[in-house]
């Protein structure tokens, strides 16, 4: 029925869409070394955080030089929120169907069985790495390293505490990051490029900005500090004009991070045998300047979902050209793939389309589609010059595209055919609602790797005990006061082991003493707390405006010793035997290490 359906949605629509005749472009011709591959994702930023999209706020040149130098997608859509459109485009498929439905807590995994593009190209000897904010699961075998990343740097919440050289990871085991952490990602990203760049690669920079909190370096800040923005919101929802400004000063140092990528592809003459794509995740995460669309992240309308998308690659793609019919995030798995000539088969089907009709052709044979946009239990539908929103009003996009008139009552039958898409999409993919429960347990132990984090975030607080934040990606436990108090994690065990395990606490000097036990069915381990160690919150020197998540600290690795852990699911439990001061100790994360 929902193929059924899109085909008379081709029929219906095919009018709207329109046909180009311009002549036929050529593909290149295929190269003994396959071409590499830079994919760049902003984290929060807004279709119209972007000079050549009209923002006279800012200016970024790099990214805007990606567009003059290559294709730019007009009418490109991800997915309101971080976690969907990061799935969507390693796996070419829409995010339901994932098993994806929130931003933390587990939510944010995909299923295992999953294809993503990393795993397709590390078959065909590219070597691949990911350095940013993955938000796809944390736990092998959900790691990025477990979906087809031979190297990755970064942090896998859905977003971090601390921008200025905070606690991170590197396959799996923690480290420090070395200054501004964008900056950091980018250094990470010119080493390996460098590293393999007489061989095919694939270099994956999920950045963190301008996602909250709100801090970028000084010299960018500077800029837009006492700055008069000549563009602010157009709607009746009040603009954080702080938060407008300190966003845009960390999209100015990403374009400067851009460039440095750029210029390093061309000082190692890799330019013509790279594909550079460079988008965002979702709406701005602000009420700002877009381009007069209506909502922000985490709404389905267009401006909630409407992202940048330019893709160069340096004499194989039209030089400016623009495309304007619609495309998504499901489309970069399978336009990659025929670009690169690497043409595999995922083990589920596509959602997705090869772009390289419209790229290097006139796409007049191109057929009409709709892109489906969802979040939070609300839906809206896209075609190419049509939106049904979460209400089933319907909106013509070429002509308003701020979605001002409804003209469902005017166009019934273009309403009622993108209706009827809408309840057949949803049936098909069902969705499932964000907070809702999870039945999948947290990982441990794979097989494969070496350690598994068990953090806070994944965790539930029994008794006193209180999480530092509503928002979970970046908390801690904190307020233990009772032994009848504890944490416990939904786990499965994936094999049977010893594991050596390392907690990261704080506590206060009048409360050492107490005794901590872990145990996972009849395997226990215990350790007593006998060292201070209490460091002050911070995030707040730094924050330009002020935050909504947890502030953060730095906590101390304790070894609990080593457990035994037969392979099955259990409740992980972390309990204290003693507590012979007011209260215990601040939990930030439990390492299990083979």
Not at 73 to 101: D, H, I, M, W
Not at 385 to 413: C, F, H, V
Not at 490 to 511: I, K, P, Q, R
Request: net charge negative; glycine share 8%.
């Amino acid at each position: 029925m929902f193929k059924k359906s899109i085909f008379l949605c081709a029929v219906i629509l095919f009018m709207a869409v329109g046909c180009k005749t311009d002549h036929k472009e050529s593909a290149p011709i295929a190269n003994s070394k396959k071409p590499n591959i830079v994919l760049i994702i902003a984290d929060d930023q807004g279709w119209g955080d972007l000079s050549s999209n009209g923002n006279t706020n800012l200016s970024t040149p790099h990214i805007d030089a990606l567009a003059k130098n290559g294709v730019s997608f007009k009418n490109f859509y991800v997915q309101p929120v971080c976690s969907p459109t990061r799935a969507e485009l390693l796996t070419g498929r829409y995010f339901p169907r994932l098993g994806v439905f929130d931003t933390s807590a587990g939510g944010e995994r995909m299923n295992l069985g999953e294809t993503t593009l990393a795993e397709i190209l590390k078959g065909y000897g590219y070597a691949t790495a990911a350095y940013g904010k993955w938000h796809n699961g944390m736990q092998p075998p959900y790691h990025p390293n477990s979906r087809g990343f031979d190297d990755y740097y970064g942090f896998t919440s859905g977003h971090w505490g601390n921008y200025f050289s905070p606690m991170l990871e590197r396959n799996g085991e923690i480290t420090k990051g070395e200054g501004f952490l964008v900056d950091d990602l980018t250094n990470k990203g010119l080493e390996f490029i460098t590293k393999h760049q007489t061989k095919s690669f694939f270099l994956y920079l999920p950045y963190n900005t301008p996602h909250s909190p709100m801090q970028v370096p000084d010299a960018y800040w500077d800029r837009f500090e006492n700055k008069d923005l000549a563009l602010t919101y157009h709607g009746e929802e009040a603009e954080d004009l702080n938060f407008t400004k300190a966003a845009l000063a960390m999209v100015e140092n990403i374009d400067y991070n851009v460039g440095r990528i750029t210029q390093k592809l061309q000082e190692l003459d890799l330019e013509k045998n790279t594909i550079i794509i460079y988008m965002t995740d979702n709406g701005p995460n602000g009420f700002r300047w877009n381009g007069g669309m209506r909502g922000k992240k985490g709404w389905v309308d267009e401006g909630g979902v409407r992202s940048p998308f330019f893709i160069q690659w340096k004499d194989s793609l039209p030089a400016g050209k623009e495309i304007n019919e619609i495309a998504g995030a499901i489309d970069i798995l399978p336009t990659l793939a025929e670009m690169t000539g690497v043409h595999s088969k995922t083990e589920r089907p596509l959602d997705g389309k090869d772009l390289t009709p419209l790229i290097w052709s006139n796409g007049k044979d191109w057929q009409p589609r709709l892109i489906y946009n969802h979040w939070g239990g609300k839906t809206s539908v896209r075609s190419q010059k049509y939106r049904l929103d979460n209400e089933n009003q319907l909106y013509d996009m070429e002509n308003d595209p701020g979605q001002t008139t409804d003209i469902s009552k005017w166009d019934q039958k273009v309403a009622d055919t993108l209706i009827k898409a809408k309840s057949e999409w949803l049936a098909e993919v069902h969705p499932k609602l964000p907070r809702e429960e999870d039945n999948r347990p947290f990982t441990l132990g794979s097989p494969d790797h070496q350690f598994t984090q068990i953090p806070a975030r994944d965790g539930i607080p029994h008794g006193n005990i209180e999480r530092s934040n509503r928002y979970p990606n970046n908390t801690f436990f904190t307020n233990w006061k009772s032994e009848r108090d504890s944490i416990t994690w939904n786990v499965e065990v994936l094999s049977d082991g010893e594991f050596d395990v390392t907690l990261y606490y704080t506590c206060e000097a009048e409360n050492t003493g107490s005794t901590i036990e872990l145990s996972l069915g009849n395997s226990k381990v215990s350790t007593k707390i006998m060292e201070a160690y209490n460091p002050p919150l911070t995030g707040m020197e730094n924050d330009r405006t002020p935050r909504m998540e947890s502030y953060v600290k730095d906590f101390k690795p304790i070894n609990l010793g080593t457990i035994a852990l037969k392979k099955g699911r259990g409740n992980l439990t972390l309990k204290a035997l003693e507590i012979p001061g007011d209260q215990a100790i601040d939990v930030r994360l439990l390492m299990f290490s083979k």
